[in-house]
């Protein structure tokens, strides 16, 4: 059975332009060895698929991972949801956040468990995120249990910073824990359209906070089609809150959520960013609430998840090239 | 403007043009340029390289020795991949059938590649009659599956060798491209076995005519043997090549004298 196999794979590649590829069923786990075994004497690329299927390249194909800048391969930044809950409603919140949300918290317990494996699973940067962070009452031990690991960022609105959640990080290290406040505009009335009547007014005290505090801080707006036009104001303002042009990040809304319009986001046009919420591991934060995004249930160990995002991109990004390449030739 | 030196090639398979692409891309900006026609078959392609309608030929062994059997002296080769100077056949047969020496096959049924291949069918049969066997001693069985490329795609080994599993057949007659590239014994152990192994000889060459300039051929060459895996990594994978080297021709005389043996045309 297995030389007519090599025989017929041997056949169908061979007749195959560089980087074109067949599907084979796996039959048993013996398949895939042999299959494997094939690729690596003859200089052709195997792509594992979890449905059962492999598939086969022409060549040896670059890897999509290597080809991207270190700190944007997946597992490198590792997002964590710690709950889905906020004091805001924002109108284009991409993961559904709200005060009334269910807060899916992942427990202090599984988040401890995540930051002492992450550094081993070659993760060497920690992103926090909600819903609102700060919410939690244990927020400042979460925080810990990451920041005591590897460089963490964490996302907020700003709001409920002043008081005894920010007393509580006075003793954390400004070189491992930094903050992103979310700001949308240097216009309050813009800005509180999305996200609520005096929320501006509060993240910009937030900001100045922080930054009063000695942390690092980095703004991130989310802006409309129509908030295009302020972005070189906007510019303006951060200058004056002075945040670093290397802090800030302004992004388009993303379809996704709550949003009705925006950029329109799939796993085929992400490159994934690893996401660990209470409901599982999911491709990236921006869609974290989204069946379609959800790789897998089982967060930990947490390397095989990352592992497992890592191989559905590669297979994703050569499926992709080789349909780019069918469609070129007409 | 460069010198643009025409190379002909025939494309057995759809990576022949990123092939050539890349080695146009190589000497793109060098002494001498090239670019590139592709042909259906060698047949045609060593007609126009006698017509004078391409400079350059990239032949198998038997479209070389064509090419010098019509022309005599006026032929010559440039240039080979490394994989070409120690090329060998092998006879496999299923693992166990007792098969130790050429001289077992009398009697037996031989599945060969296609009539025009060297390594599939013409070098085995020279063998086989050096080892005291004539066509009329075995029973021959032919898959004519790439006539006119030489055995280049390997489909008609693999349909020899597709013959002996089925039981169709004996023994098959293969290259070692083939034969490496089921992975010879390892990959299915206890399916096939090589009882024989050719002595190496010559496989691909460029072939020139004396019409094109000898400087103009030396600096085309010069260029080609500065191409680097390390650099052409993916073109050198698909034409089976890790450097380029001048011509060993000692290897071609098996060749020519089977082809006049067996009266190939």
Request: proline share 4%.
């Amino acid at each position: 059975m297995s030389a007519s196999l090599v025989l017929d794979i041997a056949e169908r590649v061979s007749g195959l332009p560089a980087g074109g590829s067949i599907t084979i069923e796996l039959a048993s786990a013996e398949v895939a060895d042999l299959v494997a075994a094939w690729c690596e004497r003859t200089a052709n690329t195997l792509v594992e698929h979890d449905s059962g299927s492999i598939e086969v390249y022409r060549g040896r194909l670059a890897d999509p991972i290597e080809a991207l800048p270190v700190e944007r391969r997946p597992g490198h930044r590792l997002w964590i949801y710690t709950n889905f809950h906020c004091n805001l409603a924002c109108d284009y919140c991409c993961v559904r956040s709200s005060p009334r949300a269910d807060p899916r918290m992942l427990s202090l317990d599984h988040i401890r468990r995540v930051a002492a494996e992450a550094e081993a699973a070659g993760v060497r940067e920690l992103w926090i995120t909600g819903g609102e962070p700060f919410i939690r009452p244990d927020i400042a031990e979460v925080l810990d249990a990451c920041a005591r690991r590897l460089p963490t960022t964490v996302l907020t609105n700003g709001m409920l910073l002043p008081g005894p959640r920010l007393a509580a990080l006075s003793e954390f290290s400004r070189d491992t824990l930094a903050f992103q406040v979310s700001l949308d505009s240097p216009d309050r009335e813009l800005h509180d359209r999305h996200r609520g009547v005096g929320s501006w007014d509060r993240a910009v005290a937030g900001i100045r906070t922080l930054r009063g505090a000695g942390f690092r801080v980095r703004v991130a707006a989310t802006l409309g089609y129509e908030d295009q036009a302020t972005e070189a104001s906007f510019h303006r303002f951060l200058d004056g809150l002075g945040i670093p042009a290397a802090e800030r990040l302004v992004r388009r809304i993303a379809k996704r959520g709550f949003a009705e319009d925006g950029v329109v986001l799939t796993p085929q046009s992400l490159v994934p960013e690893v996401t660990v919420t209470a409901d599982g591991v999911y491709w990236h934060p921006v869609g974290a609430d989204d069946e379609d995004m959800l790789v897998t249930t089982l967060v930990l160990p947490l390397e095989e998840a990352i592992a497992l995002v890592r191989e559905r991109f590669v297979a994703t990004r050569r499926r992709q090239d080789a349909l780019a390449r069918i469609f070129a030739c007409g | 403007m460069a010198d643009t030196v025409l190379v002909g090639a025939v494309a057995y398979n759809p990576n022949v043009v990123p092939v050539w692409e890349g080695i146009r891309d190589h000497f793109r900006g060098s002494e001498v340029e090239c670019d590139f026609v592709l042909y259906s078959n060698y047949e045609r392609q060593v007609d126009d390289l006698i017509a004078g309608q391409i400079d350059i030929a990239w032949n198998t062994n038997l479209a070389y020795v064509r090419t010098v059997r019509r022309v005599g002296d006026r032929a010559r080769a440039l240039a080979m991949r490394d994989t070409d100077v120690g090329f060998r056949s092998f006879l496999v047969s299923r693992a166990g059938s007792g098969f130790h020496t050429l001289r077992d096959l009398r009697g037996r049924r031989l599945a060969l590649g296609s009539r025009d291949s060297a390594q599939a069918a013409i070098l085995p049969l020279f063998f086989l009659r050096r080892a005291g066997l004539a066509e009329e001693d075995i029973a021959i069985l032919r898959f004519d599956s790439d006539v006119g490329k030489h055995g280049d795609t390997g489909r008609s080994e693999l349909d020899a060798i597709r013959a002996v599993l089925d039981d169709q057949a004996d023994a098959a007659a293969i290259g070692v491209t083939t034969w490496d590239a089921i992975g010879r014994e390892e990959l299915a152990p206890g399916a096939l076995e090589a009882f024989w192994e050719s002595p190496p000889y010559a496989h691909c060459n460029f072939t020139v005519l004396d019409a094109l300039d000898e400087e103009r051929g030396e600096a085309w060459v010069r260029r080609l043997l500065e191409m680097r895996y390390e650099q052409n990594s993916e073109v050198m994978d698909l034409e089976g090549v890790r450097e380029w080297v001048r011509p060993q021709l000692e290897g071609y005389a098996p060749l020519f004298a089977a082809v006049e043996e067996q009266g190939v045309a």
